[in-house]
Protein backbone atom coordinates (compact mmCIF):
# COMPACT_ATOMS: atom_id res chain seq x y z
CA UNK A 1 0.00 0.00 0.00
CA UNK A 2 1.41 3.10 -0.55
CA UNK A 3 2.28 6.14 1.81
CA UNK A 4 0.09 8.68 -0.80
CA UNK A 5 -3.27 7.09 0.81
CA UNK A 6 -2.05 9.01 4.07
CA UNK A 7 -3.02 12.98 3.41
CA UNK A 8 -3.51 16.40 5.06
CA UNK A 9 -7.30 15.33 5.15
CA UNK A 10 -6.42 11.64 6.70
CA UNK A 11 -3.06 12.15 8.04
CA UNK A 12 -1.16 9.02 9.13
CA UNK A 13 -2.13 8.89 12.91
CA UNK A 14 1.02 7.54 15.52
CA UNK A 15 0.00 6.16 19.18
CA UNK A 16 3.30 6.76 21.53
CA UNK A 17 3.04 5.17 24.50
CA UNK A 18 5.25 6.92 27.00
CA UNK A 19 5.94 10.80 27.93
CA UNK A 20 9.78 10.34 28.55
CA UNK A 21 12.72 11.58 26.17
CA UNK A 22 12.22 9.06 23.30
CA UNK A 23 8.58 9.38 23.06
CA UNK A 24 8.89 12.94 22.65
CA UNK A 25 12.25 12.55 20.65
CA UNK A 26 9.83 10.23 18.46
CA UNK A 27 6.89 12.42 18.02
CA UNK A 28 9.14 15.19 17.03
CA UNK A 29 11.02 13.03 14.22
CA UNK A 30 7.25 12.23 13.16
CA UNK A 31 6.46 15.55 12.80
CA UNK A 32 9.43 17.15 11.32
CA UNK A 33 9.78 14.44 8.30
CA UNK A 34 8.34 16.00 5.25
CA UNK A 35 7.56 12.15 3.61
CA UNK A 36 3.81 11.90 4.84
CA UNK A 37 1.21 14.10 6.65
CA UNK A 38 1.10 13.05 10.53
CA UNK A 39 -0.90 13.21 13.76
CA UNK A 40 0.92 11.74 17.31
CA UNK A 41 -0.76 10.87 20.40
CA UNK A 42 1.85 10.90 23.39
CA UNK A 43 0.19 8.90 26.59
CA UNK A 44 1.53 8.09 29.69
CA UNK A 45 -0.04 6.65 32.44
CA UNK A 46 1.14 9.76 34.91
CA UNK A 47 -0.96 13.29 35.06
CA UNK A 48 2.22 14.38 33.95
CA UNK A 49 4.67 14.60 30.79
CA UNK A 50 8.32 14.19 30.65
CA UNK A 51 9.52 10.48 32.09
CA UNK A 52 12.89 10.31 34.05
CA UNK A 53 13.75 14.17 33.51
CA UNK A 54 10.89 15.02 35.92
CA UNK A 55 11.19 12.04 38.15
CA UNK A 56 14.58 10.45 37.40
CA UNK A 57 17.18 13.80 36.88
CA UNK A 58 18.49 14.58 40.46
CA UNK A 59 16.78 17.73 41.89
CA UNK A 60 19.95 19.67 42.05
CA UNK A 61 20.96 19.37 38.44
CA UNK A 62 18.29 21.68 37.04
CA UNK A 63 20.31 22.77 34.19
CA UNK A 64 19.70 19.37 32.42
CA UNK A 65 15.89 19.52 33.03
CA UNK A 66 15.72 22.56 30.83
CA UNK A 67 15.54 20.47 27.92
CA UNK A 68 11.83 20.40 28.60
CA UNK A 69 11.41 23.17 27.39
CA UNK A 70 12.21 21.45 23.84
CA UNK A 71 9.75 18.63 24.57
CA UNK A 72 7.09 21.09 25.33
CA UNK A 73 7.60 22.66 22.36
CA UNK A 74 6.73 19.50 20.62
CA UNK A 75 3.96 18.66 22.66
CA UNK A 76 2.20 22.18 21.91
CA UNK A 77 2.55 21.52 18.15
CA UNK A 78 -0.73 21.06 16.57
CA UNK A 79 0.07 18.01 15.10
CA UNK A 80 0.75 16.80 18.63
CA UNK A 81 -1.26 15.87 21.49
CA UNK A 82 -0.78 14.36 24.84
CA UNK A 83 -2.71 12.58 27.00
CA UNK A 84 -1.67 12.00 30.92
CA UNK A 85 -3.38 10.05 33.25
CA UNK A 86 -4.12 7.08 30.29
CA UNK A 87 -2.82 3.28 31.36
CA UNK A 88 -2.16 0.97 28.57
CA UNK A 89 -3.89 -2.24 30.02
CA UNK A 90 -6.66 -0.61 32.27
CA UNK A 91 -7.38 2.26 30.13
CA UNK A 92 -7.07 1.16 26.48
CA UNK A 93 -5.82 -2.09 25.30
CA UNK A 94 -2.99 -2.45 22.56
CA UNK A 95 -6.38 -3.63 20.17
CA UNK A 96 -7.97 -0.51 21.38
CA UNK A 97 -4.75 1.23 19.98
CA UNK A 98 -4.77 -0.98 16.42
CA UNK A 99 -8.18 0.17 15.93
CA UNK A 100 -7.74 3.70 16.19
CA UNK A 101 -3.84 4.09 14.95
CA UNK A 102 -2.26 3.87 11.65
CA UNK A 103 0.99 2.85 14.22
CA UNK A 104 2.41 2.58 17.70
CA UNK A 105 5.30 3.08 19.23
CA UNK A 106 6.24 1.87 22.86
CA UNK A 107 8.46 4.61 24.84
CA UNK A 108 8.00 3.00 28.00
CA UNK A 109 11.62 3.10 29.50
CA UNK A 110 12.80 0.54 32.41
CA UNK A 111 10.91 1.30 35.35
CA UNK A 112 12.21 -1.97 37.90
CA UNK A 113 15.27 -2.33 39.19
CA UNK A 114 17.86 -5.47 39.04
CA UNK A 115 18.58 -7.24 42.57
CA UNK A 116 21.69 -8.04 44.24
CA UNK A 117 20.56 -11.39 45.10
CA UNK A 118 22.10 -11.52 48.56
CA UNK A 119 20.76 -12.73 51.53
CA UNK A 120 19.20 -10.51 53.91
CA UNK A 121 17.81 -7.83 51.19
CA UNK A 122 14.16 -8.04 52.00
CA UNK A 123 15.13 -6.74 55.09
CA UNK A 124 13.42 -3.57 56.56
CA UNK A 125 15.78 -0.58 55.14
CA UNK A 126 16.58 -2.50 51.98
CA UNK A 127 15.39 -1.01 48.64
CA UNK A 128 16.42 0.16 45.33
CA UNK A 129 17.81 3.54 44.27
CA UNK A 130 14.82 3.39 41.67
CA UNK A 131 12.53 3.89 44.83
CA UNK A 132 14.82 6.27 46.48
CA UNK A 133 15.00 8.55 43.70
CA UNK A 134 11.44 8.74 42.87
CA UNK A 135 10.68 9.33 46.47
CA UNK A 136 12.97 12.65 46.66
CA UNK A 137 11.58 13.80 43.03
CA UNK A 138 8.09 13.00 43.73
CA UNK A 139 7.10 10.88 42.08
CA UNK A 140 2.97 10.32 42.66
CA UNK A 141 3.73 6.35 42.84
CA UNK A 142 6.64 6.61 46.00
CA UNK A 143 5.28 9.99 47.53
CA UNK A 144 3.62 8.88 50.74
CA UNK A 145 6.25 6.39 51.22
CA UNK A 146 8.43 6.23 54.79
CA UNK A 147 12.31 6.75 54.61
CA UNK A 148 14.25 5.41 57.38
CA UNK A 149 17.16 8.24 57.42
CA UNK A 150 17.46 7.71 61.61
CA UNK A 151 20.16 5.28 59.89
CA UNK A 152 23.61 6.53 60.90
CA UNK A 153 25.20 4.80 58.06
CA UNK A 154 24.07 4.34 54.42
CA UNK A 155 25.34 2.48 51.73
CA UNK A 156 24.64 2.66 48.26
CA UNK A 157 25.60 0.01 46.17
CA UNK A 158 26.68 0.63 42.37
CA UNK A 159 29.12 3.05 40.30
CA UNK A 160 27.14 5.09 37.80
CA UNK A 161 25.59 8.36 38.18
CA UNK A 162 22.40 6.91 39.84
CA UNK A 163 24.83 5.87 42.46
CA UNK A 164 26.68 9.28 42.73
CA UNK A 165 23.26 11.16 43.02
CA UNK A 166 21.78 9.57 45.62
CA UNK A 167 24.73 9.24 47.67
CA UNK A 168 25.28 13.64 47.13
CA UNK A 169 21.34 14.20 48.22
CA UNK A 170 22.32 11.90 51.57
CA UNK A 171 25.26 13.92 51.89
CA UNK A 172 23.78 17.58 51.35
CA UNK A 173 22.64 19.92 53.92
CA UNK A 174 19.49 21.46 54.05
CA UNK A 175 20.31 24.99 53.09
CA UNK A 176 21.90 22.87 49.61
CA UNK A 177 19.07 21.02 48.76
CA UNK A 178 16.76 24.03 49.73
CA UNK A 179 18.36 25.68 45.69
CA UNK A 180 16.91 22.16 44.07
CA UNK A 181 13.55 21.08 43.16
CA UNK A 182 13.69 18.11 45.77
CA UNK A 183 10.34 17.52 46.59
CA UNK A 184 8.78 19.57 49.90
CA UNK A 185 8.11 15.72 51.86
CA UNK A 186 11.75 14.45 50.56
CA UNK A 187 13.10 18.01 51.88
CA UNK A 188 11.55 17.90 55.38
CA UNK A 189 12.80 14.40 55.90
CA UNK A 190 16.32 14.74 54.97
CA UNK A 191 15.91 18.38 56.76
CA UNK A 192 16.00 15.27 59.90
CA UNK A 193 18.07 12.97 58.51
CA UNK A 194 20.56 11.42 60.79
CA UNK A 195 23.05 9.78 58.61
CA UNK A 196 26.72 10.80 59.32
CA UNK A 197 28.74 7.57 56.76
CA UNK A 198 27.23 7.53 53.02
CA UNK A 199 29.01 4.23 51.39
CA UNK A 200 29.49 4.23 47.80
CA UNK A 201 30.31 0.33 46.94
CA UNK A 202 31.93 -0.35 43.58
CA UNK A 203 32.49 -3.75 42.41
CA UNK A 204 35.43 -3.08 40.66
CA UNK A 205 38.33 -0.31 40.80
CA UNK A 206 38.29 3.38 39.28
CA UNK A 207 39.04 2.28 35.30
CA UNK A 208 35.71 0.43 35.20
CA UNK A 209 33.50 2.86 37.07
CA UNK A 210 30.34 4.30 35.09
CA UNK A 211 30.07 7.61 36.56
CA UNK A 212 31.34 11.02 34.96
CA UNK A 213 33.62 13.34 36.38
CA UNK A 214 31.33 16.26 36.54
CA UNK A 215 29.53 14.30 38.89
CA UNK A 216 32.18 13.10 40.62
CA UNK A 217 33.23 16.59 41.13
CA UNK A 218 30.65 17.79 42.95
CA UNK A 219 31.71 15.29 45.71
CA UNK A 220 34.55 18.29 46.76
CA UNK A 221 31.93 20.73 46.65
CA UNK A 222 29.50 19.67 49.39
CA UNK A 223 29.46 22.17 52.36
CA UNK A 224 28.94 19.36 54.93
CA UNK A 225 30.69 16.33 54.18
CA UNK A 226 34.23 15.54 53.75
CA UNK A 227 35.14 12.57 51.05
CA UNK A 228 37.08 9.74 52.19
CA UNK A 229 39.33 7.46 49.89
CA UNK A 230 41.58 4.80 50.51
CA UNK A 231 44.31 5.30 48.00
CA UNK A 232 44.65 1.50 47.77
CA UNK A 233 41.50 0.53 46.41
CA UNK A 234 42.17 3.43 43.47
CA UNK A 235 45.64 2.39 42.69
CA UNK A 236 46.68 2.66 39.23
CA UNK A 237 50.17 1.55 37.79
CA UNK A 238 51.97 4.54 35.81
CA UNK A 239 51.54 1.76 32.75
CA UNK A 240 47.84 1.55 33.18
CA UNK A 241 47.27 5.14 33.67
CA UNK A 242 49.60 5.74 30.47
CA UNK A 243 47.21 3.10 28.64
CA UNK A 244 43.86 4.87 29.26
CA UNK A 245 42.25 6.41 26.36
CA UNK A 246 38.74 7.13 27.62
CA UNK A 247 39.81 10.80 28.55
CA UNK A 248 36.66 11.06 31.56
CA UNK A 249 38.45 7.43 32.93
CA UNK A 250 41.61 9.64 33.18
CA UNK A 251 40.07 12.67 34.90
CA UNK A 252 37.96 10.68 37.10
CA UNK A 253 40.73 8.43 38.07
CA UNK A 254 43.08 12.40 38.87
CA UNK A 255 39.89 13.33 40.54
CA UNK A 256 39.68 10.23 42.83
CA UNK A 257 43.61 10.68 43.44
CA UNK A 258 43.18 14.40 44.11
CA UNK A 259 40.23 13.17 47.00
CA UNK A 260 42.41 10.85 48.47
CA UNK A 261 45.33 13.30 49.13
CA UNK A 262 43.10 15.89 50.78
CA UNK A 263 43.09 15.88 54.33
CA UNK A 264 40.07 15.45 56.13
CA UNK A 265 38.28 18.90 57.47
CA UNK A 266 36.36 17.21 60.37
CA UNK A 267 32.70 18.22 58.33
CA UNK A 268 29.87 16.36 59.79
CA UNK A 269 29.47 13.71 57.73
CA UNK A 270 31.52 11.26 55.49
CA UNK A 271 31.08 10.04 51.86
CA UNK A 272 33.32 6.92 51.51
CA UNK A 273 33.79 6.11 47.90
CA UNK A 274 34.90 2.79 47.60
CA UNK A 275 36.23 0.05 45.40
CA UNK A 276 37.19 -3.38 44.83
CA UNK A 277 34.08 -4.56 47.03
CA UNK A 278 30.77 -6.65 46.68
CA UNK A 279 27.95 -7.02 49.14
CA UNK A 280 28.35 -10.43 50.46
CA UNK A 281 24.83 -10.15 52.82
CA UNK A 282 22.41 -7.71 54.58
CA UNK A 283 22.97 -8.01 58.33
CA UNK A 284 19.65 -8.08 60.31
CA UNK A 285 19.26 -6.03 62.84
CA UNK A 286 16.46 -4.91 65.11
CA UNK A 287 13.13 -6.19 64.19
CA UNK A 288 13.99 -7.07 61.06
CA UNK A 289 15.62 -3.90 60.00
CA UNK A 290 19.24 -3.35 57.99
CA UNK A 291 22.06 -3.74 60.98
CA UNK A 292 24.80 -3.98 58.68
CA UNK A 293 26.26 -5.01 55.40
CA UNK A 294 28.97 -7.80 54.65
CA UNK A 295 31.47 -6.89 52.40
CA UNK A 296 33.92 -9.07 50.26
CA UNK A 297 37.03 -7.50 48.77
CA UNK A 298 37.48 -7.95 45.32
CA UNK A 299 40.23 -8.08 42.92
CA UNK A 300 40.37 -7.67 39.06
CA UNK A 301 41.17 -10.71 36.44
CA UNK A 302 42.76 -10.34 33.24
CA UNK A 303 39.44 -9.23 31.57
CA UNK A 304 39.00 -6.56 34.25
CA UNK A 305 36.25 -8.69 35.96
CA UNK A 306 35.83 -8.79 39.89
CA UNK A 307 37.28 -11.34 41.30
CA UNK A 308 36.37 -12.37 45.39
CA UNK A 309 39.43 -12.42 47.58
CA UNK A 310 37.99 -14.41 50.69
CA UNK A 311 38.88 -11.83 52.70
CA UNK A 312 35.05 -9.31 54.08
CA UNK A 313 34.99 -6.54 56.47
CA UNK A 314 31.44 -5.37 57.85
CA UNK A 315 30.32 -1.98 58.06
CA UNK A 316 27.97 -0.54 60.21
CA UNK A 317 25.01 0.50 57.68
CA UNK A 318 20.87 0.48 58.99
CA UNK A 319 20.12 1.55 55.12
CA UNK A 320 21.23 -0.18 51.45
CA UNK A 321 20.27 1.05 48.48
CA UNK A 322 21.33 -0.78 45.50
CA UNK A 323 21.95 1.14 41.98
CA UNK A 324 23.18 -2.18 40.12
CA UNK A 325 20.85 -1.14 36.82
CA UNK A 326 17.45 -0.76 35.62
CA UNK A 327 15.32 -3.68 34.36
CA UNK A 328 12.20 -2.91 31.53
CA UNK A 329 9.00 -4.20 32.47
CA UNK A 330 6.30 -6.30 30.32
CA UNK A 331 2.93 -4.36 29.05
CA UNK A 332 0.28 -6.31 28.72
CA UNK A 333 -0.20 -7.62 25.12
CA UNK A 334 3.10 -6.41 24.07
CA UNK A 335 5.65 -9.27 23.30
CA UNK A 336 8.41 -9.52 25.80
CA UNK A 337 12.02 -10.61 26.26
CA UNK A 338 12.23 -11.23 29.88
CA UNK A 339 16.02 -11.93 30.02
CA UNK A 340 17.41 -8.74 28.36
CA UNK A 341 14.13 -6.71 29.73
CA UNK A 342 13.27 -5.12 26.22
CA UNK A 343 10.44 -5.63 23.69
CA UNK A 344 12.21 -7.84 21.27
CA UNK A 345 12.55 -5.95 17.71
CA UNK A 346 14.64 -4.97 14.70
CA UNK A 347 15.76 -1.19 14.42
CA UNK A 348 12.76 -0.65 15.92
CA UNK A 349 9.89 -2.94 14.88
CA UNK A 350 8.38 -5.20 17.33
CA UNK A 351 9.23 -8.71 16.41
CA UNK A 352 6.34 -10.29 14.73
CA UNK A 353 3.77 -7.04 15.41
CA UNK A 354 3.29 -5.33 12.15
CA UNK A 355 2.46 -1.34 12.64
CA UNK A 356 4.22 -1.79 16.00
CA UNK A 357 7.67 -0.17 17.32
CA UNK A 358 9.33 0.26 20.07
CA UNK A 359 12.39 3.06 20.90
CA UNK A 360 14.36 4.32 24.38
CA UNK A 361 15.53 1.89 27.09
CA UNK A 362 12.48 -0.36 26.33
CA UNK A 363 14.27 -1.25 22.67
CA UNK A 364 17.46 -1.55 23.70
CA UNK A 365 18.10 -1.84 27.73
CA UNK A 366 18.68 0.65 29.98
CA UNK A 367 22.79 2.42 28.63
CA UNK A 368 22.88 6.16 27.55
CA UNK A 369 21.83 9.55 28.24
CA UNK A 370 18.44 11.55 27.55
CA UNK A 371 20.53 12.79 24.20
CA UNK A 372 20.88 8.98 23.09
CA UNK A 373 17.52 8.39 22.95
CA UNK A 374 17.18 10.92 20.37
CA UNK A 375 18.90 9.12 17.25
CA UNK A 376 17.20 6.05 18.54
CA UNK A 377 13.64 7.43 18.01
CA UNK A 378 14.51 8.46 14.68
CA UNK A 379 15.98 5.18 13.83
CA UNK A 380 12.59 3.80 14.67
CA UNK A 381 10.78 6.47 12.55
CA UNK A 382 12.77 5.71 9.94
CA UNK A 383 12.02 1.97 10.68
CA UNK A 384 7.83 2.90 10.59
CA UNK A 385 8.15 5.36 7.51
CA UNK A 386 9.88 2.33 5.76
CA UNK A 387 6.93 0.42 6.51
CA UNK A 388 4.61 2.54 5.31
CA UNK A 389 3.51 0.85 1.95
CA UNK A 390 2.12 -2.49 4.48
CA UNK A 391 0.62 -0.54 6.78
CA UNK A 392 -2.84 -1.21 7.36
CA UNK A 393 -4.80 2.07 8.48
CA UNK A 394 -6.92 1.54 11.14
CA UNK A 395 -10.52 2.03 10.41
CA UNK A 396 -11.87 4.10 13.26
CA UNK A 397 -8.53 6.80 13.42
CA UNK A 398 -9.54 9.71 14.37
CA UNK A 399 -9.01 12.39 17.21
CA UNK A 400 -12.61 12.68 18.08
CA UNK A 401 -13.00 8.72 18.12
CA UNK A 402 -10.19 8.07 20.89
CA UNK A 403 -11.47 10.96 22.96
CA UNK A 404 -15.15 9.30 22.88
CA UNK A 405 -13.73 6.00 23.84
CA UNK A 406 -12.02 7.68 26.80
CA UNK A 407 -14.86 9.79 27.70
CA UNK A 408 -16.99 6.45 27.33
CA UNK A 409 -14.45 4.99 30.15
CA UNK A 410 -14.73 7.84 32.31
CA UNK A 411 -11.10 8.51 32.23
CA UNK A 412 -10.20 12.02 32.69
CA UNK A 413 -7.74 12.47 30.53
CA UNK A 414 -4.97 15.23 31.61
CA UNK A 415 -3.87 17.37 28.10
CA UNK A 416 -0.83 19.81 27.48
CA UNK A 417 -2.92 22.58 28.77
CA UNK A 418 -4.16 21.09 31.85
CA UNK A 419 -0.31 20.21 32.80
CA UNK A 420 0.39 23.67 32.09
CA UNK A 421 -2.10 24.59 34.83
CA UNK A 422 0.03 22.31 37.23
CA UNK A 423 3.46 23.52 36.50
CA UNK A 424 2.56 27.39 37.07
CA UNK A 425 1.21 26.63 40.33
CA UNK A 426 4.28 24.44 41.10
CA UNK A 427 6.91 27.60 39.43
CA UNK A 428 4.44 30.07 41.54
CA UNK A 429 5.16 28.12 44.90
CA UNK A 430 8.40 27.69 44.51
CA UNK A 431 9.33 31.26 44.03
CA UNK A 432 7.11 32.21 46.85
CA UNK A 433 9.53 29.51 49.02
CA UNK A 434 12.44 31.23 47.54
CA UNK A 435 12.70 27.54 45.80
CA UNK A 436 13.03 26.88 41.93
CA UNK A 437 9.29 25.03 42.26
CA UNK A 438 7.50 23.27 44.72
CA UNK A 439 6.27 19.92 43.06
CA UNK A 440 3.00 18.69 43.71
CA UNK A 441 3.66 14.82 44.65
CA UNK A 442 0.05 13.46 45.04
CA UNK A 443 -2.34 12.29 42.51
CA UNK A 444 -5.32 13.76 43.93
CA UNK A 445 -3.25 17.45 44.72
CA UNK A 446 -2.28 17.10 41.37
CA UNK A 447 -6.06 17.13 39.88
CA UNK A 448 -7.19 19.43 42.66
CA UNK A 449 -4.78 21.93 40.74
CA UNK A 450 -5.34 20.63 37.50
CA UNK A 451 -9.57 21.06 37.71
CA UNK A 452 -9.26 24.26 39.09
CA UNK A 453 -7.63 25.77 36.02
CA UNK A 454 -9.74 23.80 33.37
Given at each position: MSSSIFTPARPLR???????PSGIYAAEALIKQSQVPAEVDVFDRLPTPYGLVRYGVAPDHLKIK???????KVLSDTRVRFLGNVELGKDLSVD???????AVIYTVGASSDRRLRVPGEDLTGS????EFVAWYNGHPDAAARTMLLHAAGAAVVGAGNVALDVSRILAKTAGELHTSDIAAHALA???????????????RGPLQAKFTTKELREFGELEGADVV??????????????AITDNVVRRNVDVLREFAAKPLAGKPRRVHLRFLVSPAALLEGAAGHVGGIKLEKNRLDEEGNAVGTGEFETLDVQMV?????????????????DKRGVIPNTAGRVEGRSGEYTSGWIKRGPSGVIGTNKADSVETVNTLLADLGTLTPAPGSSREAIDALLAAREVDVVTLSDH????????????AAGRPRLKVAERGAMFEVIRSGR
Open positions: VAVIGSGSVTTLFQDLRAHYDLSATALEHSQVKDVYLLARVLPEEIAVSDEDYALRSVGYQGVALPGVPFDLTLEAHELAGGQ
